[in-house]
């Protein structure tokens, strides 16, 4: 199957300091990708820097097999909430039609089509009855549901999601981690920065593991090993006895 996502001898700096160095891996379509490892590890930086969000310092990124410039139309991104102002007063509609921006001529303005995939959105995330309500009035689990809505306006192919479970509740979360197996069901591919290694096999179809390089990078049972999370987590990880679940130890 073609590679969706192919990185090749990647190595990004940020604030001067080398983020990580030298990667290289290949993600085929309709999965669901769980990017792990300890804080400053890269996570984030790498999707950024496939997303064409930051300048990378040598290699080299192809999405469907084009340059970035080629499909930015076929990719959506739910950064962190920490790294957006809630306090900027726009209705929760609005947000999610921020998602249809790049299907609308700049001399437009959004169609009967636009308005409906914004309801279809919303009502999938069960947020249409807040949709008057201002982002900034929401929990944070409501919050990330609407950030998640505009990624579905956008009917992109590729999704990266930015710690999307960070600080959100636990029914928040079931209900976006349902959204996203749904979204794998119906041909997606999504790319989770996630910190939660009790949830990683559950959550996650592949994993790629980082520390400032590429540690591992393939199906979840293959990555998923105590040797490399060890490796990852400076040894600082314990394997619950019987199970093959695993906790960082003073992270």
């Not at 409501?142 to 029914?171: C, M, N, S």
Request: hydrophobic share 40%; aromatic share 8%.
């Amino acid at each position: 199957m073609n590679s969706i996502v192919e990185v090749s001898n990647l190595t990004v700096s940020y604030d001067g300091k080398r983020a990580f160095e030298d990667i290289s891996f290949s993600i085929t379509p309709q999965q669901i990708v769980g990017i792990i490892g300890p804080n400053g590890a890269g996570k984030s930086t790498l999707i950024k820097a496939i997303m064409g969000l930051m300048s990378i310092d040598c290699g080299q990124i192809k999405i469907m097999n084009k340059p970035i410039v080629k499909v930015r139309k076929e990719i959506a991104y739910v950064p962190q909430r920490s790294s957006i102002d809630l306090d900027f007063p726009a209705l929760v509609e609005d947000v999610v039609m921020m998602g249809r921006y790049p299907h609308i001529s700049w001399w437009g303005f959004p169609r009967k089509k636009d308005y409906k995939i914004v309801e279809n959105s919303l009502k999938q995330v069960k947020m249409y009855d807040l949709r008057k309500r201002q982002i900034g009035q929401l929990s944070g689990g409501q919050q990330q549901r609407v950030f998640l809505a505009r990624a579905l306006a956008q009917e992109a192919e590729l999704f990266f999601l930015d710690e999307p479970f960070a600080g959100i509740d636990i029914t928040s979360e079931n209900m976006i981690m349902g959204l996203l197996k749904n979204m794998c069901n119906q041909g997606k591919t999504l790319f989770v920065v996630h910190h939660d290694l009790s949830k990683a096999e559950s959550y996650f179809d592949s994993l790629i593991l980082l520390k400032n390089k590429l540690i591992a990078c393939g199906k979840r049972e293959d990555v998923f090993k105590l040797d490399n999370l060890r490796q990852a987590y400076d040894g600082k990880v314990a394997a619950f006895s019987n199970s093959e679940e695993y906790m960082v130890v003073n992270q």
